[in-house]
């Protein structure tokens, strides 16, 4: 149980463009995901918290026009780059804790791996 | 300002013996803390977590310790494996369930 997909795994793309990266649990809902980034050989960083029905919350320095964030439903939450730049390129980790009972582990998705050309 | 060492950004020990990796904390107070456990291209995999009224948490060959007056955790694998080796990760939660994460200690252990 506790399974969380990311879809896709890799992606690559032009500058400019946007992309739209989807998280979602697979066995059970969650009200709240978070969204991390994670440059080589460094840790993962919050971006965000995704909340469903309501707007995301973003960590001090992550520009919510360029980095949006959709919840639409407790099972789905996706992240999409828009105007990409080489700089983006990164690894981006979603994780979330299930509604119900033991709150405090979050389950993570595989990472979608995006390079900007 | 908040941070989280691991202080060891590689371990390289031999198969069989114990790997000990910490994890040290300023200006927090997590009211728990967790292990995760990070292969190359992978999200992380939580493995433990312990609570600040805590000393000591084990799971099979791993073993956590939370020291919150010298705000540090120490994570142990005893009898350790080739299929050991990954990055291992601590976390501290901040609120609201997100957290705060370490750079990672990368362990590599030879047979």
């Known amino acids: 149980g506790a399974v969380v997909s990311q879809h896709p795994s890799r992606v690559i793309c032009k500058s400019g463009t946007s992309v739209k990266i989807e998280c979602r649990s697979l066995d059970f809902q969650a009200t709240t995901m978070f969204w991390y980034r994670q440059f080589p050989k460094q840790s993962l960083m919050l971006m965000a918290t995704?909340?469903?029905?309501?707007?995301?919350?973003?960590e001090q320095g992550v520009e919510k026009d360029k980095f949006l964030i959709n919840h639409a439903s407790l099972t789905l939450s996706t992240l999409t780059v828009t105007s990409a730049h080489p700089e983006d390129s990164s690894f981006y980790i979603c994780?979330?804790?299930?509604?119900?009972?033991?709150?405090?582990?979050?389950?993570f998705g595989p990472g979608t791996r995006l390079l900007v050309l | 300002s908040q941070k989280i060492e691991q202080n060891s950004e590689a371990l390289n020990i031999q198969e069989g013996k114990t790997a000990t990796l910490t994890c040290n904390y300023t200006?927090?107070?997590?009211?728990?803390l967790q292990w995760y456990r990070q292969d190359p291209g992978r999200g992380p995999v939580f493995l433990l977590l312990?609570?600040?009224?805590?000393k000591e948490k084990r799971k099979e060959r791993l073993k956590v310790t939370f020291d919150t007056t010298l705000k540090q955790s120490l994570f142990h694998i005893t009898a350790s494996q080739p299929a050991d080796s990954a990055t291992y990760l601590c976390?501290?939660?901040?609120?609201?369930?997100?957290?705060?994460f370490g750079a990672g200690t990368r362990l590599t252990v030879k047979p």
């Open positions: 995704s909340n469903e029905g309501s707007k995301a919350t973003y």
């Open positions: 200006n927090y107070s997590p009211a728990y």
């Open positions: 994780s979330a804790s299930p509604n119900t009972g033991f709150q405090e582990t979050q389950y």
């Open positions: 312990i609570r600040e009224n805590e």
């Open positions: 976390a501290l939660d901040r609120h609201n369930n997100d957290m705060r």
